[in-house]
Structures are given as C-alpha cells and as structure tokens.
C-alpha cells in the first residue's frame, strides 16, 4: 500500500514536484482522468502497470503541454500532423506517429510509433507545465473496469496504489481520446471518440477505420483494444429497435421471476416510462454528448448497486455514436437483442 495523498488545484505544485521526482500521480483530463507518470523515466512508467494491473505489451499515450515536447519524442511532425495538431489541439485527439529514440520500450510496447494527445483540461495543462516532463497516462481505472469519470470513481480504484491524486470535479468527455495513426501511408482511427470520422476527414482527406472496428475478427492495431474492458461484473444487454420498451418490460417482468435484480440504463423518456426496476439516466435523447458523458458513471453505479442484469439503450452509429457503442457493445460482450426479432 502506498499513503496516497490527495489534492485539489491549489497544491498541483506538489503533484508536479511528484512526477519529477518519479513518481504516480492521477489528474483530470477533458476525457477521463489519467495515471500519470514521467514519460521519460522507465522506472516510473513501470509502476503505472503495476498499480493498474495492466497488461505491459499495452503501450501508454504520452500527454504534454506545448510544442517542443512533441518535437522530442518523435522522428518528424508531418504535414498532416501539423494540420490535425492546428484543428484538434488541446483536445481529446490522440495522434500516433513515429517515436524519436528517447521514448524508453516500456511506453510503446516495443512498437517504432508513440501515442501523443495535448489535452484540454486546464488542470492536466498545469500539471504538465509546472513538471516540466511529457507525462505516460493511461485511463486512471483498475484494468478492465470502465475509466474513471467522478473524483469518486479514482479514489475507489487507486487510492493506496498511486502517490498522488489531484481532484477536479467530474470529466466533461466522459469517453476516452479518439486514436487515430498517422504513421502509415494512410491515416487510420484505431480507437473511436468525440473527435469524429468526419471532424478528421475535413481536416486531412483519406481516412479509414482499423478494420477490426468493423470486422471483429480481424486484429487490432491498437493493442489496448484487443483487452477485454469496460465489463462491469453484472452481465449487459443491450437492447434495439422500434419494440424495445415492450422487450425491456418483458425482460424485467423475467429476470423479477428469476430473482433477479435488474438495472435500466437510458435516456429520459424511455425510463419514464418503467417503474419496479433500478434506473440510471443517460440524459435527454436529444444530446448524444450527454449519453456519452453518463456511460461509464451508469455502468459504475448499477454494477455499485449489485444488480445481476444490466439493461440498456441502443444508439444509432453515427457521429459520437459509434465511440458510445463501441464502448458499449464491449462492455455487453457484444450480446445485443433486437426487439424487432421475435425470439432471443
Ligand atoms: O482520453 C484518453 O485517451 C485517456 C486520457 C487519460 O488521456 N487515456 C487513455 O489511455 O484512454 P489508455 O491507456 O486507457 O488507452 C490508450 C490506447 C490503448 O488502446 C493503446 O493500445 C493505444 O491507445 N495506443 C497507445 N500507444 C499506441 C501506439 N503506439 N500504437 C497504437 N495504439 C497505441
Ligand atoms: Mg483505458
């Protein structure tokens, strides 16, 4: 166990002293908050996998604050970095390139490329600064629970595992970073998020997907994503179409005769509209930014209240959609119910 210490805005100097000194600190970002530690120094980038329980062949995303950073950790800014880095940054656009050759193995899993993002957040940005060094962050969660989005959710997975964790109120994203390679001959999106296909196709042209967003079978290239995440322990069902209200109440009218307790996550009219069950807001239909913020806090809080089952809305893949069910349809192991089908 380690004495965590934990802090708001107005000690970030001792966080930042803490990340120069090698050691663990957690921060808030405009996505989910990270676990950071100094990019540059092995030993520390080590103890992030330790206290995550993380898996080392998962290489980490290196997050800074300004320009010259970037310039040292990778082999050339492009043309098309430079065009993406104009539009996006700050911002939860991560973009992978060709590492220079002081990003130690440990950050890029032994991969020729590196994962760069300068975030947003006005906190992140500080603590960055006031340390001077890029800082290795992944998701601030134990691995394979959903990312943390409330000062909450770090405290209940890294308090005693980290040195520091620096509080700032709940994230406004609520998913993590788009990643999207540049490295190759064309750009690819490895991992989807609020930064869209379309926001990045206006900016640079060609674009593509990983094919393994598409086609489950084909392996990824980002390596986080063949890891099984974001499973609470309850099991998820996700249900769609035209008849889902009749389907949900028939699902929980059979899970009650189980003797089992059901969670319902959606948005606002459509929870309405049930009454015996353990309910969690996704929002108002109309935002899918809002659905989007409220995912991960839903799956924590029903997986809190133990229910067995967990039920939930579908979203159309589209725009900030397709990063929503990408996350969701992983968290359902990919059991999904199509209410318009007669049997399940
Ligand atoms: O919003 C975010 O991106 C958050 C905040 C803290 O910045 N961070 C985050 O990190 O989600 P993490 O470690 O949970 O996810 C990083 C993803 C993984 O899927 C990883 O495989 C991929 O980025 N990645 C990192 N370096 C890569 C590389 N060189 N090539 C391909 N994928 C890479
Ligand atoms: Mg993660």
Avoid at 227 to 241: N, Q
Wanted: hydrophobic fraction near 40%.
């Amino acid at each position: 166990m380690i004495d965590t210490i934990i802090i708001r805005e107005n000690r970030i100097n001792e966080a930042a002293d803490a990340l120069k000194k090698g050691q663990l600190v957690v921060f808030p970002t405009e996505t989910v908050y990270g676990l950071g530690a100094d990019a540059l120094n092995p030993e520390a980038v080590k103890k992030i996998f330790v206290a995550k329980g993380r898996p080392t062949d998962n290489p980490l995303i290196v997050h800074i604050s300004c320009r010259e950073q970037l310039i040292e950790l990778v082999e050339e800014i492009t043309p098309t970095a430079e065009k993406l880095m104009a539009i996006f940054w700050p911002g939860p656009l991560t973009i992978v390139m060709k590492k220079s050759k002081i990003v130690p193995d440990v950050i890029t899993g032994g991969l020729d490329t590196v994962a760069i993002r300068m975030p947003s957040h006005p906190l992140a940005m500080e603590l960055i600064r006031l340390s001077g060094v890029p800082v290795a962050a992944p998701s601030a969660n134990i691995s394979g629970k959903p990312s943390p989005t409330s000062e909450r959710h770090v405290i209940e997975d890294l308090k005693g595992r980290v040195d520091y964790i620096l509080l700032g109120g709940d994230t406004e994203v609520g998913l993590e970073s788009t990643v999207l390679d540049i490295s190759g001959t064309k750009a690819q999106i490895l991992r989807p998020g609020v930064i869209t296909y379309d926001d990045i196709f206006n900016v640079i042209g060609e674009l593509s997907y990983d094919p393994h967003l598409i086609d489950e079978n084909s392996t990824p290239k980002s390596p986080g994503m063949k890891y099984k995440h974001y499973s609470p322990e309850a099991e998820v069902i996700i249900v769609k179409g035209n008849k889902k209200s009749v389907k949900i109440q028939e699902m929980i009218d059979e899970y009650t005769l189980e003797h089992k307790k059901v969670g319902l996550m959606a948005t606002d009219n459509l929870l309405n509209s049930f009454d015996e069950v353990i309910k969690c807001s996704l929002g108002n239909a109309n935002s899918i930014d809002d659905v989007g913020n409220k995912l991960f806090r839903c799956l924590r809080y029903l997986d809190q209240l133990k229910v067995d089952v967990i039920i939930s809305e579908s979203f159309d893949k589209k725009g900030f959609g397709i990063a929503i069910m990408n996350r969701l349809e992983k968290a359902a192991g990919f059991h999904i119910i199509d209410s318009e089908e007669d049997e399940r």
